[in-house]
Nanobody, 126 residues
Framework: QAQLVESGGGLVQEGGSLRLSCAAS????????MGWFRQSPGKEREFVAA????????SYTTSVKGRFTISRDNAKNMAYLQMNSLKPEDTAVYYC???????????????????WGQGTQVTVSS
């Protein structure tokens, strides 16, 4: 059965960095688009970043462009989210998820993602 497990969250000061990892089991990762989403208390889950199956196409929400980098290692069945210059407003539970799609396609639509990890807490203090 497919499973996604996030790790790497924690408490960091404003301006710091964290690297989130998403380990996938089941079908090989290169058959799926990978996405990162986040949810803060009282807010809806929002799109953060996505990467195509090939790894060549990426998409970011405006607020993280230039600070976050999504990547993947299909050979290791891993996806990553490098987060730099963190801000208090980045505080949230971060989820990785997978979606079916073409080789060079990404999606910001959470309804396209069929498997989700349990989430990892990221807290940025000011």
């Amino acid at each position: 059965q497919a499973q996604l497990v996030e790790s790497g969250g924690g408490l960091v000061q404003e301006g710091g960095s964290l690297r989130l990892s998403c380990a996938a089991s089941g079908r090989t990762l290169n058959t799926y688009i990978m996405g990162w989403f986040r949810q803060s208390p009282g807010k809806e889950r929002e799109f953060v970043a996505a990467i195509s199956r090939s790894g060549y196409i990426t998409s970011y929400t405006t607020s993280v462009k230039g600070r976050f980098t999504i990547s993947r290692d299909n050979a290791k069945n891993m996806a990553y989210l490098q987060m730099n210059s963190l801000k208090p407003e980045d505080t949230a539970v971060y989820y990785c998820a997978r979606a079916a799609g073409g080789l060079d396609y990404v999606s910001r639509d959470s309804s396209r993602y069929d498997y989700w990890g349990q989430g990892t807490q990221v807290t940025v203090s000011s």
